[in-house]
C-alpha cells in the first residue's frame, strides 16, 4: 500500500529540527553498504519546510534510492507500519513524552532512541539507548540490532512488555497509589475515593 520497495528501517513524526532526523540520516550513510543495501530507512511525516530540508541533506549524501519519504499515514495503518520495520528509530533531542516508540514497543518493534529528556524512562531497558549528537553510536546501534536476530526479538519482546505499563488503566491505578501515598504521608489530611465505579 505504501510501496516500501523491501525491509525496512522506520522514523515517524515531524522533521523540526529537535527531532534530529538529520543525525539520522547521517548514521544511515554510515551503515556498512551490505546493510543499507539490504534494509531502507522510511520516515514518516507530513511534508513541511524541515522535511525539504532533510530531503536536501538526502540527495547531497546521494541515497534517494534508500531512503523513502512517507506522508499522511492514517492512524489504523501504523501498527502494520510499526510491526513491518526492523527497527525504529528515534533521534530526538527532547521530547515531552515520546509517545512513538512506545507505539513501536506496543508492536514488539525493536527502538533505538536517544538517551536525551523522557526517552530513558519511557524506553528503559527495552531499547538501546545512545547519544543523540553522535551519529556513530546511531549506526553502532542500528547496525547491532540489525544484524543481531536474538537482540532484536529480545528487544522487541521486552519493548511489548514494557509499553503494558503505560496503558491508560495502569497508569490511573498507579497514579492513585502514588496520591494515596502522599496523602498517608503527613501530607494534607484528605483522601482520594475511587470514582471509577
Known amino acids: 500500500k505504501y510501496r516500501i520497495p523491501g525491509d525496512y528501517i522506520l522514523y515517524v ?11 539520522l540520516i547521517d548514521a544511515y550513510k554510515e551503515l556498512p553498504d551490505p546493510l ?9 511525516g507530513r511534508r513541511d519546510k524541515f522535511r525539504e530540508e532533510i530531503e536536501t541533506r538526502v ?9 523513502v519519504f512517507l506522508d499522511f499515514v492514517p492512524e489504523e495503518d ?11 528509530v528515534f533521534p530526538s533531542l527532547y ?6 516508540p512506545l507505539e513501536a514497543m506496543a508492536c514488539g518493534t525493536p527502538v533505538v532512541c536517544s538517551n536525551s529528556s523522557s526517552l530513558p ?4 531497558e527495552a531499547g538501546v ?3 543523540p549528537h553522535r551519529p556513530e553510536l546511531f549506526a553502532e546501534a542500528m547496525e547491532r540490532v ?3 536476530g536474538g537482540l532484536r526479538e529480545d528487544l522487541g519482546s521486552k519493548g511489548s512488555h514494557r509499553s503494558r505499563r503505560f496503558s491508560s488503566e495502569d497508569f490511573s491505578g498507579r497514579l492513585l497509589e502514588i496520591l494515596e501515598e502522599l496523602a498517608s504521608s503527613g501530607g494534607p489530611r484528605w483522601r482520594l475515593e475511587d470514582r471509577s465505579s
Do not use: Q, W
Open 129 to 131: 539507548l545512545v547519544d
Open 36 to 44: 543499507k543495501d539490504k534494509y531502507y530507512l522510511v520516515l514518516c
Open 13 to 23: 513524526g515531524n522533521f523540526k529540527p529537535h527531532k534530529n532526523v538529520r543525525i
Open 95 to 100: 521530547e515531552g513524552f515520546g509517545l512513538p
Open 121 to 124: 524512562e519511557v524506553v528503559g
Open 59 to 67: 540527495r547531497s549524501l546521494r541515497l534517494e534510492g534508500k531512503v
Open 78 to 88: 501504523m501498527p502494520v507500519l510499526y510491526s513491518g520495520a526492523e527497527v525504529f
Open 146 to 148: 540489525l544484524t543481531d
